[in-house]
């Protein structure tokens, strides 16, 4: 019985590194200045005509950070910059059934009302997962707001999150998607400077509603429009961080299915 407790605490252990092991964190520092190339470093960037570029000036922290505005345009969803995949896949029918990701910002001055990047969970094809919206909104000194747009079932609607966003100002986003097998039922929190300011349940069941297959999600995808800008303008980030993490709800089933292993061996 002793030695049956170990072998399943170890499984556990198993998982448990596997979580914290599947992690990607970006701070750009030994990044070269100017572009992130395609396939760099795991970034999948197709469309060289992107206007975003390491920055060694003016970093957010440390000494560079990645800027990124919609100073060129696309029609595609796939073009766009893809950051790097983790090993695990997140869905609902994966024992990593977690996305989180945090990141800090600074929208940077001298842009146009309506430029933004828009960050959402993807497979490096373009099928967004969730959908948060860095937009200037115009008004005094460029200001900025964070909006979302979440899927309740029947439509798309968009939230504003924050407004009145200072550019030259950093703020730091970060968000959390649990997949729960089943319909309308997914969690999504999204949380600004440290506190959750939305809570949703992401685009899944869109794509169910529409007869799309839903693929697991393993990366960022920053996806620029809006009225087009010029120069440097748009957005910095830095200090981006994203895992796919088991739910402790997963991990006790694991540990609970090792047990029920070993005691059918034990029995054979
Ligand atoms: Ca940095
Ligand atoms: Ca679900």
Not at 113 to 136: H, K, L
Not at 244 to 262: D, K, Q, S
């Amino acid at each position: 019985m002793f030695k049956q407790k170990f072998i399943a605490f170890g499984l556990l252990g198993v998982a448990a590194a596997g979580a914290h092991a599947d992690m990607i964190s970006l701070d750009f520092e030994t990044y070269p200045d100017g572009k992130i190339t395609n396939g760099y470093d795991g970034w999948q960037i197709t469309n060289s005509a992107w206007d975003q570029e390491v920055v060694s000036s003016g970093a957010i922290s440390g000494n560079k950070s990645w800027r990124m505005s919609n100073s060129v345009a696309s029609g595609s969803f796939g073009d766009q910059p893809f950051t790097p995949a983790l090993s695990n896949a997140v869905s609902s029918s994966s024992a990593y059934n977690v996305f989180k990701m945090n990141l800090d910002f600074e929208p940077l001055a001298g842009g146009k009302a309506g430029e933004n990047v828009v960050i959402s969970i993807d497979n490096g094809t373009g099928q967004r997962g969730n959908y948060i919206r860095i937009r200037n909104s115009g008004g005094i000194d460029n200001s900025w707001q964070v909006d979302v747009f979440d899927y309740d079932g029947t439509a798309f609607t968009n939230t504003v999150l924050a407004s009145n966003l200072v550019a030259g100002t950093t703020y730091n986003l970060g968000f959390t998607q649990t997949f729960v097998p089943g319909a309308l039922n997914d969690v999504w929190t999204v949380d600004l400077n440290g506190s959750t300011v939305f809570t949703g349940i992401g685009w899944e069941d869109y794509f169910v509603d529409v007869n799309e297959t839903v693929t697991p999600y393993d990366r960022l995808l920053f996806r620029a429009g809006g009225a087009a800008t010029t120069g440097a303008v748009g957005v910095l980030f830095d200090n981006i961080t994203y895992q796919a993490v088991p739910e402790p709800g997963t991990m006790a089933a694991l540990g609970a299915g090792a047990l029920a292993l070993l005691r059918r061996r034990k029995k054979a």
